[in-house]
């Protein structure tokens, strides 16, 4: 496989919400990309998708020496890939596309280049079953927007080679993202299950009355969701163990968490219950729209970004 700091050539399959974004990611830190997506509007999509990222990137400072411009759209997934040096897979997450996908890509992948899915939670066994290249099919799982938020999440499937995995970590490390390594194969990998812990919860309090959706959502941004941006739930927790650290926290509350665990359920998430969240939430926006909610989120995310780089790079 070539040199992770030496890539220059990527195809990115799917260029829809997360396509766009990795493409603009891709771009900005120099790259040319190959792009294959279906739908007719894909280039129009791609162009001003990345016009709206770049602004954002470049106040990261990771647009250096680097063109908006250096991406075309191909006819097939197979003229995408046939230079690729790393692919990177957003196809809709269903099985069977992406099944389909892989089946007409193995016979013409590069030998040496590597192909990462978005998928958010589908297994990579289940989806590189039989395939010749299979050593070198891996998930590489971002965060919704790829271009701002750090996380990859890297898991190997059943027949992923551990070079694979070792490979796609210090690559995604070169581009500027943190990846970690998911040691096992779980739906939804890790933090989107974590995710999911968290709003079986939240879903569950606005079921049984014990807030609001804006309330519980107001607990999180304005409580512990400021302190994760920081450290995660485990070392939060060792610092909520003041000088004895975890040790005196699991002595003092061992019992409460027991018992809180207990007593959680999980909701169903019926038409009454998807009717009170939206409802809710349509409450919580004040009229706002989605594109000015994601402006307000990311006019907020970029600082913040830049504060835990900042803090990431000094340690
Ligand atoms: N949306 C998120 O928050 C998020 C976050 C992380 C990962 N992901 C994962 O990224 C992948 C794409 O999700 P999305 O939200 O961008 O979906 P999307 O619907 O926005 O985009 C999917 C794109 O794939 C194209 N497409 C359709 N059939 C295809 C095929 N056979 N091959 C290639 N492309 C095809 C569509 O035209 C569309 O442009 C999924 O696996 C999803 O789980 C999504």
Redesign the pocket.
């Known amino acids: 496989m070539i040199e992770p700091a030496a890539v220059k050539r990527i195809a990115v399959?799917?260029?829809?919400?997360?396509?766009?974004?990795w493409i603009a990611w891709f771009l900005a830190r120099g790259m040319q990309v190959s792009v294959?997506?279906?739908?007719a509007e894909?280039a129009d999509?791609v162009r001003s998708y990345v016009t709206d990222a770049w602004p954002a990137m470049a106040r990261l400072g990771m647009t250096a020496d680097a063109s908006p411009d250096a991406w075309r759209v191909c006819a097939t997934?197979e003229e995408a890939v046939a230079d690729a040096e790393f692919i990177q897979?957003?196809?809709?997450?269903?099985m069977a596309?992406?099944r389909?996908?892989y089946a007409r890509l193995d016979p013409v992948v590069p030998a040496d280049a590597v192909l990462a899915?978005?998928?958010?939670?589908?297994i990579m066994s289940e989806m590189q079953a039989g395939l010749r290249s299979a050593a070198r099919f891996v998930v590489g799982?971002?965060?919704?927007?790829?271009h701002l938020i750090p996380l990859v999440e890297v898991v190997g499937g059943r027949e992923t080679a551990s070079e694979t995995i070792a490979w796609c970590l210090d690559f995604y490390r070169h581009i500027g993202k943190r990846p970690i390594h998911i040691r096992k194969e779980a739906p939804g990998h890790l933090a989107?299950r974590l995710q999911a812990a968290l709003w079986r919860e939240a879903v569950s309090a606005v079921v049984s009355g014990l807030a609001s959706v804006e309330d519980v959502d107001t607990a999180i941004s304005a409580g512990p969701g400021l302190r994760w941006a920081v450290m995660g739930p485990h070392m939060t927790f060792h610092l909520g163990g003041g000088e004895g650290g975890i040790t005196h926290m699991l002595e003092q509350f061992t019992p409460a968490f027991e018992a809180w665990w207990a007593s959680m359920t999980t909701p169903e998430l019926s038409e009454d219950t998807c009717r009170k969240i939206i409802d809710g939430l349509a409450e919580e926006a004040h009229e706002r729209s989605i594109s000015e909610l994601v402006r307000e989120r990311d006019e907020l995310l970029i600082p913040l970004l830049e504060l835990v780089a900042k803090r990431h790079t000094s340690r």
């Open positions: 399959l799917g260029a829809g919400t997360i396509g766009g974004s294959w997506d279906p739908r894909a999509f997934a897979e957003n196809a809709p997450e269903r596309t992406k389909e996908l899915s978005s998928t958010s939670g589908l799982h971002p965060f919704n927007p790829p989107n």
